[in-house]
């Protein structure tokens, strides 16, 4: 099930990954590699789905749009050309995982488990809510601001051999709106594309900048004019609501970076909350008509909620200058894209930064 409490976040849980790569003695990563095999075994090729009289109308249609949207990624967006999204799974869960992400009380700095192949990343997956749910006591235990949150889907990099590992479609997406179905493949097969180890913002701002690409051109291109309309309404939303956040991210970031006392400090933190809630009430009854799909995540809001979108939003301007500089051609995009991949951090982060004033002085 779609939920605005998730607000399009996708982190992708990995640590099967970690396990392939010979990380040894961990009990959540052999409980993670029991999990994705678990999925997987779920799963079977779409069209096997297609042919089987018991698969209801509805679930067919989704499926054949599915495919088209997989085969116009490719032929469109030159995105990888394999197994990933050609088989389904029926989960019987709201959810692919839950991630847990956490930061210190008066930081928006997500904390990070480090892994061999993916490197540092902020945030940590779990195929069973309940051991999310034990994460995240521990971690309060620890001082730390906590967020758990449903994840519909997630990316193995395409570093797994054969059709069998291949990532597949799954019943906690694919009834989606068609608009936000073709942005979900689309981001995910754009971590395929391109990976930096040790950075979240960068994989997940690219993705982000793919999928809103490619989502763009698929509705122009494709979509049906119902579909469009639905699609801009939610999508009108969103938008207010990520500047809503962003807002507050900022208010936030300058009350912890400044020079006052702690006591001060969550003062002002209490405030910028209490503004967030206000700003969000005044929105709902203004200009969505009372529309209330944000309510739970506005009701539970911390550091580490904010914290981890900004992971999806902070480079996406950068992106999406850099695919008009060069010339819309996605492959010279995705090639300039993988030469910041390997790039030192420093020099990759200035890069990025040089991409965003370039497109404020446009």
Avoid at 97 to 116: D, I, R
Avoid at 150 to 168: E, H, I, Q, R
Avoid at 194 to 206: G, I
Avoid at 280 to 296: F, H, I, N
């Amino acid at each position: 099930m779609r939920t605005a409490l998730a607000n399009g976040l996708r982190l992708g849980a990995l640590a099967v990954l970690t396990a392939v790569a010979g990380c040894s003695g961990s009990g959540y990563v052999a409980r993670s590699v029991e999990g994705h095999l678990s999925l997987l075994n779920s799963a079977r090729p779409v069209s096997e789905w297609i042919a089987d009289s018991a698969t209801p109308t509805d679930l067919r249609e989704r499926l054949l749009l599915s495919q088209r949207i997989r085969d116009f990624a490719v032929s469109e967006l030159k995105l990888p050309d394999n197994a990933s999204y050609r088989r389904y799974a029926d989960l019987h869960r709201s959810a692919a995982v839950w991630n847990v992400v956490a930061t210190p009380e008066l930081s928006l700095s997500l904390k990070t488990w480090c892994f061999p192949v993916t490197g540092c990343i902020g945030y940590r997956g779990y195929f069973e809510l309940a051991q999310a749910r034990e994460e995240a006591t521990e971690l309060r235990a620890q001082g730390l601001e906590v967020s758990v949150y449903p994840v519909p889907a997630y990316s193995t990099l395409g570093k797994l051999p054969g059709n069998f590992f291949a990532d597949p479609l799954l019943n906690t997406f694919i009834r989606w709106p068609e608009g936000e179905l073709a942005r979900l493949i689309f981001h995910e097969l754009a971590h395929q594309v391109a990976y930096a180890r040790d950075d979240t913002a960068f994989n997940e701002s690219f993705a982000t900048a793919v999928e809103r690409l490619g989502g763009k051109r698929w509705l122009d291109e494709h979509a049906s004019a119902q579909a469009r309309e639905e699609y801009a309404q939610f999508d009108a939303r969103r938008v207010q609501f990520r500047a809503l956040t962003l807002s507050a991210r900022g208010r936030l970031d300058a009350i912890y970076r400044s020079s006052a006392s702690e006591a001060d400090k969550r003062a002002g933190k209490e405030r910028a909350f209490q503004e967030l809630r206000a700003d969000y009430e005044q929105l709902k009854s203004q200009q969505w008509g009372g529309y209330a799909g944000y309510d739970p995540w506005v009701a539970n809001a911390n550091n580490a909620s904010l914290a981890v979108q900004a992971a999806y939003d902070d480079w996406v301007p950068a992106f999406t200058r850099l695919f008009e500089k060069e010339g819309r051609d996605w492959t010279r995009f995705y090639a300039r894209v993988k030469e910041l991949a390997q790039m030192p951090p420093e020099e990759r982060h200035a890069a990025l930064r040089d991409q965003i004033s370039d497109a404020r002085a446009r």
